[in-house]
């Protein structure tokens, strides 16, 4: 197992209201990754994902697909230091 990797990621288009969130907490868990999910504001979904590099590029791509009821139409992706995190949660 390599050293953990963190991203923050901000996904903007019709992804509230359409159980990004939820979907993307369960999917976070099964990849045994931590962090978390919230509704912004500004109707953008914004995500921390702390865990191995390959789980958490995968949920980064994820991301740019979203739910069946999304539309995604960009996602902003930044390299943050992992705070060693342990658990995921919905915000």
Not at 68 to 74: D, K, M, T
């Amino acid at each position: 197992m390599g050293e953990p990797v963190r991203s923050r990621v901000v996904v903007r288009g019709n992804v509230q209201g359409v159980f990004f969130r939820d979907t993307c907490r369960r999917k976070a868990t099964e990849r045994g990754v931590a962090g978390w999910v919230t509704n912004r504001g500004d109707g953008a979904v914004e995500a921390v994902f702390e865990g191995e590099r390959d789980a958490v590029s995968a949920l980064v791509d994820w991301c740019g697909e979203g739910t069946r009821g999304a539309q995604v139409e960009s996602v902003d992706e930044t390299s943050e230091d992992p705070e060693g995190l342990s658990s995921f949660e919905v915000r």
